[in-house]
Structures are given as structure tokens and as C-alpha cells.
């Protein structure tokens, strides 16, 4: 079984920074989507990022592009997104997950597999 476990949210200033953490445990790290999804409160889950680890290749929703970056270490078997320019509308909690269906495109998909319970990110 693949195990996720996220890291590093807190509570941060508008126009402030956090690093997020995945671990990744399991025989799944090397071929497969890895992504990073949020979900606010009252409101649906919504992808960020992903990225393919095969290759690193990775895409973003526009929410994300230019603030956020996706990458992976592969040494550690772990996801980071780095989150920069924080806002108070970026407040939810992130989930890390993963899926092997690379067919279907690693893009931040809501159909993943694998997902981790989720870190608070609370930006004021």
C-alpha cells in the first residue's frame, strides 16, 4: 500500500512563504503522478499541482502558476511545494496524493488513487 504523509503547513502572513512536505511510502514513488490538492472550508477539493516523477515534468493550475513549485527528491521519496506570495484566499487544507494512471496525464486530477490525511495552510 502506498502511505502519504504531508508536512509543513502553519499559519502565515499574506505575502509570506511555507513549504509543504509529502513523504511517500510504498513502491510507487518512481512511476507515477504526484500532486498537491486543497480543499477550503464549505468548498470542493481543487488540484494545484502535479508532477510526473519519472521525469519531473510538472503543471499547475493557474491559481498556482508563478507563486508555487512542485518537485520531488528523489533520494528522500518526497514532494515539496514550495508556496510563495501567500494569500488569504490560498487557505485550506492540503492533501498530498498520488496515482499510476500516467495514461490519463499527470495533471492535478481529483481522481487520484492515493492521498495523504492533509496539513492546515491558514494565511492571514
Known amino acids: 500500500d502506498v502511505q502519504l504523509v504531508e508536512s509543513g503547513g502553519g499559519s502565515v502572513e499574506a505575502g509570506g512563504s511555507l513549504k509543504l512536505s509529502c513523504a511517500v511510502s510504498?513502491?510507487?514513488?518512481?512511476?507515477?503522478?504526484m500532486g498537491w490538492f486543497r480543499q477550503a472550508p464549505g468548498q470542493e477539493r481543487e488540484g494545484v499541482a502535479a508532477?510526473?516523477?519519472?521525469?519531473?515534468?510538472?503543471l499547475y493550475d493557474d491559481k498556482a502558476k508563478g507563486r508555487f513549485t512542485i518537485s520531488q527528491d528523489n533520494a528522500s521519496k518526497t514532494v515539496v511545494l514550495q508556496m510563495n506570495n501567500l494569500k488569504p484566499e490560498d487557505t485550506a487544507v492540503y492533501y498530498c496524493a498520488a496515482d499510476r494512471r500516467l495514461y490519463l496525464g499527470c495533471r492535478p486530477r481529483l481522481d487520484y488513487t492515493g492521498w495523504g490525511q492533509g496539513t492546515q495552510v491558514t494565511v492571514s
Open positions: 510504498g513502491d510507487i514513488f518512481s512511476t507515477s503522478c
Open positions: 508532477i510526473y516523477s519519472g521525469d519531473s515534468s510538472a
